[in-house]
Nanobody, 123 residues
Framework: QVQLVESGGGSVQAGGSLRLSCADS????????MGWFRQAPGKEREFVAG????????DYADSVKGRFTISRDNAKKTVYLQMNSLKPEDTAVYYC????????????????WGQGTQVTVSS
């Protein structure tokens, strides 16, 4: 059973950086595509970044392209989201998700979700 736990959220000023981590305490991590999503107050959850099971393919939302980097360490069963040049509009709860699927899905097909970690960016 996949169990995802996010960490690394916090408060930062605009222009700053944070690194989110998501560890899988169970399941077959290396077989799963992994994604990061976020949900701001009053808004729907949106795709941020995704990475294939091998790490060779990645995908990003246009709003974070060039500022965020997703990576994974299958030996540590952990996926990361490095967030640079943060903006107030990046403020949201960030969730990681997993799905046993080839490629980098962007949508609701993810089967497993973490509890989320808050990221707050002040201007």
């Amino acid at each position: 059973q996949v169990q995802l736990v996010e960490s690394g959220g916090g408060s930062v000023q605009a222009g700053g950086s944070l690194r989110l981590s998501c560890a899988d305490s169970g399941g077959t991590f290396s077989s799963n595509a992994m994604g990061w999503f976020r949900q701001a107050p009053g808004k729907e959850r949106e795709f941020v970044a995704g990475i294939s099971w091998s790490g060779r393919s990645t995908d990003y939302a246009d709003s974070v392209k060039g500022r965020f980097t997703i990576s994974r360490d299958n030996a540590k069963k952990t996926v990361y989201l490095q967030m640079n040049s943060l903006k107030p509009e990046d403020t949201a709860v960030y969730y990681c998700a997993a799905v046993n699927r080839i490629g980098v899905p962007r949508g609701p097909e993810y089967d497993y979700w973490g509890q989320g970690t808050q990221v707050t960016v002040s201007s």
